[in-house]
């Protein structure tokens, strides 16, 4: 069985800092790809981030990057110049890409953000 | 396009009724997914359909049954709902197995 562990049940930031969430993943999988979603007040899951595990380079998406480590079999998310309408809940997810996994995810805890004025 | 969604956005039910969750999307995808968010718990599978007229057990099946008679629409039904399935329920839409997944709005769901 795969597992998702997010750490950090809630972090704060200020407004226009940068901040980092972590996310430790385990799968016995080769091929698999990882995601990163915000869940703001309004309860919508959103897409922020996605990282295949065959690429080496770490995906960005404008004021979002990862750092994929996948020997540590680590995937954190950091966003930078922070703004308020960052504040959500944020989910790590794991996906295998073969055979019968069928696109399944598997999700983390979650981390609440905060950002300060 | 209206993407995914979902109907109810809220209920209430007392413990032993049923209900029928409907999903539906405008994508043609073929993946489609039903997940209860718990606190703490972050989102847990509980079936899903690779296709019209499939579907196949998640990580929480017991209590809930689901149908794929097309392929736009996925149905979770609660044959006696019991307090423990008081939960925010996403259904979810991909176009290949390994693509992003698109949420609809959540129905949140109380079991008294």
């Known amino acids: 069985a795969q597992t998702v562990t997010q750490s950090q049940p809630e972090m704060s930031v200020q407004e226009a800092e940068t901040v980092t969430l972590s996310c430790t993943y385990d799968?016995?999988?080769?091929?698999?790809?990882l995601f990163w979603y915000k869940q703001p007040p309004s309860r919508q899951m959103i897409l922020v981030i996605r990282?295949?595990?065959?690429?080496?380079q770490n995906a960005t998406e404008n004021r979002f990057s990862v750092n994929f480590q996948k020997a540590a079999k680590s995937f954190s998310l950091k966003i930078s110049d922070s703004q308020l309408g960052d504040a959500a809940m944020y989910f790590c997810a794991l996906g295998n890409a073969g055979g019968t996994s069928y696109g399944k995810l598997t999700f983390g805890q979650g981390t609440i953000l905060t950002v300060h004025p | 396009n209206a993407g995914v969604t979902q109907t109810p956005k809220f209920r209430v039910l007392k413990t032993g009724q049923s209900m029928t969750l409907l999903c539906a999307q405008d994508?043609?995808?073929?993946?489609m997914y039903w997940y209860r968010q718990d606190p703490g718990m972050g989102l847990r599978l509980i079936h899903y359909s690779v296709g019209e007229g499939t579907t196949a057990k998640g990580e929480v099946p017991d209590g809930y049954n689901v149908s794929r008679l097309k392929k736009q629409n996925f149905l979770l039904g609660l044959e006696s709902a019991a307090p423990s399935q008081t939960s925010v329920y996403f259904c979810?839409?991909?176009?290949?197995?390994?693509?992003?997944?698109?949420f609809g709005p959540g129905t949140r769901l109380t079991v008294l």
């Open positions: 799968t016995s999988e080769s091929d698999y790809y």
């Open positions: 990282q295949e595990a065959y690429k080496q």
């Open positions: 994508m043609n995808h073929e993946y």
């Open positions: 979810a839409s991909s176009g290949r197995a390994y693509n992003e997944q698109f």
